[in-house]
């Protein structure tokens, strides 16, 4: 793809904007990005990011955190201060020591999600073996049909049967 402003360099900063509802895409190579003002700032690594979130985390636990800032791990001694200062674990036992700490952490990355889905790669998301979107409802739906058939309540059955039709 082509720069839209030179058309000459291939455009290698693909920016999406959405106002007022209205989505707008441009597509612009290095050079013409950084004329236009656009800054460009290459992924955040792991580390990088979670050290932000602690941060961020700290700040908003300074007035009442006294507890949580002087727990230390048994095993390898690291305290939460050294984790929000380094953002790596020592041992397999701070999961445990600073559980609810890290709890709010993985909280917050995961927009408040503590329950892992799992990502469809982009070769398969297109294929006939890719993981419906409703895969979740599907399987609940078939929870509850087995349930219903256990109890012999066959017209709660039948009802849940219909609704996997659907979503299948």
Do not use: W
Request: glycine content about 4%.
């Amino acid at each position: 793809m082509q720069c839209e402003i030179c058309k000459t360099r291939t455009a290698t900063v693909h920016l999406t904007e959405i106002i007022n509802g209205q989505r707008s895409e441009s597509h612009l190579c290095q050079n013409c990005a950084q004329k236009e003002g656009v800054t460009i700032k290459s992924q955040l690594s792991l580390n990088e990011l979670l050290s932000s979130l602690i941060a961020a985390h700290q700040q908003t636990d300074e007035g009442g955190g006294s507890e949580k800032s002087h727990k230390v791990c048994p095993e390898c001694g690291i305290t939460m201060e050294q984790f929000r200062k380094q953002a790596l674990l020592g041992c397999p036992k701070d999961y445990d020591v600073f559980e609810s700490d890290l709890k709010e952490v993985i909280e917050k990355t995961q927009d408040n999600n503590l329950t892992h889905k799992g990502k469809v790669p982009a070769q398969t998301r297109n294929s006939s073996n890719a993981r419906p979107e409703n895969q979740d409802k599907i399987e609940e739906l078939q929870k509850q049909l087995s349930q219903a058939v256990e109890k012999e309540d066959y017209e709660l059955a039948a009802k849940i049967r219909d609704q996997l039709k659907e979503l299948q």
